[in-house]
């Protein structure tokens, strides 16, 4: 069990870090929802780009818009 939480523990202790380990700066469930969400899209968009770095995110991102751009809107 010991080494499940030291793994969980650190995404939520970096998060913690950015967002000033104090409070969120919004109120009401869905607007702090929303900054979490905030929060950990930023976070999991650094993992990508230490992990395969800038340039080959940016690649896939292109690719991605290519095939969305030919199907039409995604949020129609």
């Known amino acids: 069990m010991r080494v ?7 995404p939520f202790g970096t998060l913690k870090m950015r967002m000033g380990a104090t409070h969120f700066l919004m109120k009401r469930l869905r607007n702090v929802a929303t900054e ?5 899209l930023a976070y999991n968009l650094t993992r990508v780009m230490s992990i395969i770095g800038v340039q080959p995110l940016l690649a ?11 199907e039409g809107p995604a949020f129609a």
Request: hydrophobic share 35%; proline share 0%.
């Open 4 to 10: 499940r939480r030291e793994t969980v523990e650190h």
């Open 60 to 70: 896939v991102l292109r690719t991605c818009l290519r095939c969305c751009s030919r």
């Open 36 to 40: 979490m969400a905030l929060h950990v």
